[in-house]
């Protein structure tokens, strides 16, 4: 049974930082994505950025490049978002995705979701 846990959310300041942890487990593929989202109250989920296990390549949105950053720990198949300079406009309810195929940015094609975790940015 594959499971997919997210924790690392809560509130922060404009400016700070926050870093959310992402653990898959229960599939065997590593060489598709591991991705994060994010959706906003009124607004659709957003694709921040993803990874591939297997060889550690990585993809970001525009809106965070420089700010964010994923990283993995294989061991404990986990895979981080550390987010810095963090901004309000980041504020929204993250979502892990594995088993990604193709595009990364697409949530249609990630198979497994965790429940998400809250992030709020005040200015």
């Known amino acids: 049974q594959v499971q997919v846990v997210e924790s690392g959310g809560g509130s922060v300041q404009a400016g700070g930082s926050l870093r959310l942890s992402c653990t898959a487990s229960g599939y065997t593929n590593r060489y598709t994505w591991v991705a994060w989202f994010r959706q906003a109250p009124g607004k659709e989920r957003e694709g921040v950025g993803a990874?591939?296990?297997?060889?550690?390549?990585?993809r970001y949105a525009d809106s965070v490049k420089g700010r964010f950053t994923i990283s993995q720990d294989n061991a404990k198949n986990t895979v981080y978002l550390q987010m810095d300079s963090l901004k309000p406009e980041d504020t929204a309810m993250y979502y892990c995705?594995?088993?990604?195929?193709?595009?990364?940015?697409?949530?249609?094609?990630?198979?497994?979701w965790g429940q998400g975790t809250q992030v709020t940015v005040s200015s």
């Open positions: 990874i591939v296990p297997g060889n550690g390549v990585t």
């Open positions: 995705a594995a088993d990604g195929r193709g595009s990364y940015s697409d949530s249609n094609r990630f198979r497994y």
